[in-house]
């Protein structure tokens, strides 16, 4: 299996641009999760999905950023407008589902990240 | 407020040399306690999750315990092959609103030196 492949692996853009961050998740996990990582504030969680249906949007910073998932191989996460302290690196995570106490149960699988730099 | 302290922040230790992390966590209720090792530019990796106080789990060098305030990773003889940043992170109590994701701590940044 490829893992949880995302894209870009780094974007550069510019104050006011709109970006858009892609993530494919492993096949049969049935949730999907947005993480933000930075220096001062470290992993947080942004958004999640289960079965294609967003479930926990209470990390989204503003409504700058939205996030969707059409299909079950397919999430973006998107900024509009950016700004500059929207930099930091973006992960992706899915996870399969299965009884509370079962072995991987909520073991989620990380992407490698986008390293998002807003000038 | 912070629910997950993980201590110290960053750890340099001789190859050899044996040491305990740190992650004391305010929630109650706990739904799983989990360790991630994250090598520099890449995603968290898997490595325990504890659901109950007593328990262990270990793997290699490392092992994990949990108590009802904190788990520890214990290192044991390390190699410079385990310098990385070790994040510890909980579930919390499904308040009805969902409650899959997970809340991580900032991590302790470990140097193994040869």
């Known amino acids: 299996d490829a893992g949880v492949i995302q894209s870009p692996r780094h974007e550069v853009t510019e104050m006011g641009q709109e970006v858009t961050l892609r993530c494919k998740p492993i096949?049969?996990?049935?949730?999907l999760f947005w993480y933000r990582q930075t220096m001062m504030r470290g992993l947080e969680l942004l958004i999640y999905f289960n079965n294609n249906v967003p479930i926990d949007d209470s990390g989204m910073p503003e409504d700058r950023f939205s996030a969707k998932m059409p299909n079950a191989s397919f999430s973006t996460l998107k900024i509009q407008p950016s700004e500059p302290r929207d930099s930091a690196v973006y992960f992706c995570?899915?996870?399969?589902?299965?009884?509370?106490?079962?072995?991987?149960?909520?073991?989620?699988?990380f992407g490698p990240g986008t390293r998002l730099t807003v000038l | 407020e912070d629910q997950v302290t993980q201590s110290p922040e960053a750890l340099r230790l001789q190859e050899g040399e044996s040491s305990s992390l740190n992650c004391s966590y305010t929630?109650?209720?706990?739904?799983?306690l989990f360790w991630y090792r994250q090598d520099p530019g890449k995603g968290p990796e898997f490595l325990f999750t504890?659901?109950?106080a007593g328990e262990e789990k270990e793997k290699e060098r490392l092992k994990a315990t949990l108590t009802k305030k904190e788990s520890f990773l214990h290192i044991t003889a390390p190699k410079p092959e385990d310098s990385a940043t070790y994040l510890c992170?909980?579930?919390?109590?499904?308040?009805?609103?969902?409650?899959?994701?997970?809340?991580f701590g900032k991590g302790t940044h470990l140097i193994i030196q040869p």
């Open positions: 995570a899915s996870s399969p589902s299965g009884l509370v106490w079962s072995v991987g149960y909520n073991e989620q699988f």
């Open positions: 504890l659901y109950s």
């Open positions: 992170a909980v579930r919390l109590p499904d308040s009805g609103g969902g409650a899959d994701g997970l809340t």
């Open positions: 096949s049969g996990h049935d949730y």
């Open positions: 929630v109650s209720g706990l739904r799983g």
